[in-house]
């Protein structure tokens, strides 16, 4: 297996270049370092300067390699007369080697570094025993742990600047899909709303229509028109409330008011008009607690986001039983289950809500569905952390939505 070189960087090529070319000309003027040492001739100081020049090239790629042959090369220019060049091209390779080498050598360099420095003028004072031994501890310093020590504040901050930017990416990308779930449960809300809103005025419309078309009768067709005309004007009002509060949403205005359980005898109302046609009743059995009817004549209140998925199940069961239920009667049952002990007014408990519809064949016309009713209840009860079923119960056609009652419990 070859080892496989990167190509140095340009940046890289021309500090070593230059290095060499510094070197080579303050050794051609005779300028030393430690021009009073005679233990090899003065071409000698060449060799260590050869030798580190290079290793400029390898500085980003090979720091560990870099760093021991300029480590070599800078303690056998001590026993030559010196090049300047040649300190200064060690001093950039122990900096490069804590900026580029890996974490544990860059942790250890600096420490390393500092011990030597320490020692070295420990050593320098107990030999010569002189004041200017300290100098050869400072110049050890700023040829060794100087760069160490300059190398490891940089790639402190390098890496603070990654992790900011990586920490800044992630945040961006949390808040992106934080907004792409919102805009899509904001979606999910308003198909709810829009379907619960206009589908019962709609079924009523197609029912109507169909029977017209169907019965040749002036007195069951002028019926059917005015039963067509009402549900009309009343699913267009809905429909000017919701684009209404879509658009003063940005305002902070109201452009409707919640719907709620005080509500449910006009719908039950309405919906007798749109059944009696084939054959359908309508029944409330509201066996809640009333307690504050005493008080102030209505039963007690209950969490607005409780009261309107309440309404809406409600709503929407009996646009289903508009649909497809056979001739008989449709029984709305809303009952309130208390906590043990007690609870404060308003809160704990469950509210049950159970609409049954005749499951049979039905005469006459029936206006089509598509399943997003179901879907939508089951939505609507999950988010209050409720529970929901629908199916057929012996003659009966049952939906039964648990609501819990704890304000506190309550998802929006």
Do not use: C
């Amino acid at each position: 297996m070859t080892l496989q070189i990167p190509p140095p960087h340009r940046d890289d090529v021309l500090l070593a270049a230059g290095s060499v070319a510094a070197g080579l000309l303050l050794w051609s003027l005779g300028v030393y370092s430690s021009p009073t040492r005679g233990l090899f001739p003065a071409w000698a100081a060449l060799v260590p300067l050869l030798a580190l020049g290079p290793m400029e090239l390898l500085r980003r790629s090979m720091p560990r390699v870099t760093l021991a042959v300029g480590t070599l090369g800078v303690v056998a220019d001590q026993f030559t007369v010196g090049n300047l060049a040649t300190v200064l091209i060690f001093t950039d390779l122990m900096y490069a080697a804590v900026v580029y080498g890996k974490p544990a050598m860059a942790r250890r360099l600096p420490v390393q570094t500092g011990l030597i420095t320490v020692a070295v003028t420990i050593a320098a004072v107990a030999w010569l025993r002189t004041p200017q031994a300290l100098l050869i501890g400072v110049v050890t310093g700023i040829v060794s742990f100087g760069p160490a020590l300059t190398g490891a504040t940089l790639r402190n901050h390098r890496e603070a600047a990654v992790a900011a930017r990586l920490r800044a990416e992630q945040t961006a990308l949390l808040a992106e899909m934080d907004r792409s779930q919102a805009v899509v449960a904001e979606r999910a809300r308003m198909a709810r709303e829009l379907h619960d809103m206009v589908a019962n005025h709609l079924s009523a419309i197609a029912i109507h229509s169909t029977a017209a078309l169907s019965i040749d009768s002036p007195a069951t067709s002028r019926e059917a028109l005015g039963v067509i005309r009402e549900n009309s004007v009343q699913g267009l009002a809905e429909m000017r409330r919701l684009i209404g509060l879509l658009r003063d949403a940005g305002a902070g205005q109201e452009a409707v008011a919640t719907p709620s359980l005080d509500g449910l005898d006009a719908l039950l109302e309405q919906a007798r008009k749109n059944g009696a046609a084939s054959g359908l009743d309508f029944v409330l059995l509201d066996d809640r607690p009333g307690e504050a009817a005493a008080v102030g004549g209505t039963r007690e209140p209950l969490p607005a986001p409780v009261e309107l998925a309440a309404y809406r199940i409600v709503q929407e069961s009996l646009t289903n039983a508009l649909k497809h239920a056979a001739p008989g009667r449709v029984t709305v049952r809303l009952a309130r289950d208390r906590p043990a002990g007690g609870g404060r007014a308003g809160g704990g408990g469950a509210l049950h809500v159970v609409v049954d519809s005749p499951y049979g064949e039905r005469p006459g016309p029936r206006a089509p569905g598509s399943g997003a009713g179901l879907i939508g209840m089951r939505e609507r009860t999950e988010l209050l952390g409720g529970a929901f079923e629908a199916g057929r119960a012996d003659a009966v056609w049952r939906v039964r939505a648990t609501l819990p009652v704890e304000e506190e419990a309550v998802r929006t």
